[in-house]
């Protein structure tokens, strides 16, 4: 079985950072893209950051410049440093890992259970 597991939330003043890791454990043959997304309370699931094999990554907008997603492959972890943080980033922020299980797998989209994220004015 394959879990991520996040860590590194919590609560910070406006202006201030964190470091979000996640790292993926288990039975695993192959990791692609890994990424973040987060999720306000009464808002949908929206992406924030996402990075490939080959550390290539891609921004919401709302955070370029703000936010950097990297990447150990080595260690199967996938971190989000966020810096410059807003009082409307605060949500719960899942870990996404697009992986094979097994050589035969087809991709298969896993997420984290989430890690709370709060930015006071």
């Known amino acids: 079985q394959v879990q991520l597991v996040e860590s590194g939330g919590g609560l910070v003043q406006a202006g201030g950072s964190l470091r979000l890791s996640c790292t993926a454990s288990?039975?695993?043959?192959?990791?692609?893209?890994m990424g973040w997304y987060r999720q306000a309370p009464g808002k949908q699931r929206e992406l924030v950051a996402i990075i490939d094999t080959g550390s290539s990554t891609n921004y919401a907008d709302f955070v370029k410049g703000r936010f950097t997603v990297s990447r150990d492959n080595a260690k199967n972890t996938v971190y989000l440093q966020m810096n410059s943080l807003k009082p409307e980033d605060t949500a719960v922020y899942y870990c996404?890992?697009?992986?094979?299980?097994?050589?035969?797998?087809?991709?298969?989209?896993?997420w984290g259970q989430g890690t709370q994220v709060t930015v006071s004015s």
């Open positions: 996404n890992a697009n992986l094979r299980f097994t050589a035969w797998s087809t991709w298969s989209d896993v």
């Open positions: 288990g039975s695993i043959f192959s990791i692609g893209t």
